[in-house]
């Protein structure tokens, strides 16, 4: 004889009508509360995402230059907002809008076989996520490593350094910076699990 039925013998079984409202109430209560906290964790997290996958863009084209032995560039465009995309070539004038790989100012790298492939991320992929400055060298919106130890050029030779700026919306930022010898590392002013930006 199951639990229930010796319950039903009693006169009740199961939940209420208030216990099942109360029930209801309390989970709605923690959902309105925990929502705003989760919104807010998936917006760091793609904003964690998007430094990490710059770094490892820059990290690979300096990797690039030294297998190619030729100057390789990442080039940034953005719009201070939410409009932002970076390619990598092995010409500092790419465009990273440009989709077509036959377009000879397509950032794209050409592979053995004479191909090319395009090496491209834009917003879409880190939606919500602003990139609002990427500077090198005072004024250039590129950064070039050359082949001699991956060190940063500007095509000239002379090294640089610069940062790219990102940002959440709620205003949280990470600045990958880039330094002379060609070295990309994250930092925060305010978002917890980096070295604190000077």
Excluded at 103 to 129: I, M, W
Aim: with cysteine; aromatic share 6%; net charge neutral.
């Amino acid at each position: 004889m199951s639990m229930c039925s010796k319950a039903v013998h009693n006169g009740w079984c199961g939940f209420t009508l208030v216990e099942m409202a109360v029930t209801i109430a309390i989970i709605a209560l923690v959902m309105v509360l925990a929502l705003p906290n989760f919104r807010l964790i998936v917006e760091h997290e793609r904003l964690r995402d998007a430094a990490q996958t710059l770094q490892s863009d820059l990290m690979n084209a300096r990797a690039e230059a030294i297998r190619r032995n030729i100057d390789i560039f990442a080039v940034f465009i953005t719009d201070g907002g939410t409009g932002w995309c970076y390619g990598v070539a092995a010409r500092s004038d790419c465009d990273c809008r440009i989709a077509d790989v036959a377009n000879a100012t397509a950032c794209a790298l050409s592979n053995p076989d004479g191909s090319r492939q395009l090496k491209v991320v834009a917003s879409e992929a880190f939606r919500d996520v602003r990139m609002t400055s990427a500077v090198f060298g005072g004024t250039l919106n590129y950064v070039g490593f050359n082949p001699f130890r991956g060190a940063t050029t500007q095509g000239t030779g002379t090294p640089l350094s610069g940062s790219v700026e990102l940002r959440s919306p709620d205003d949280s930022t990470v600045r990958v910076l880039v330094n002379p010898v060609g070295r990309a590392s994250p930092c925060s002013t305010n978002l917890s699990g980096y070295r604190p930006c000077s």
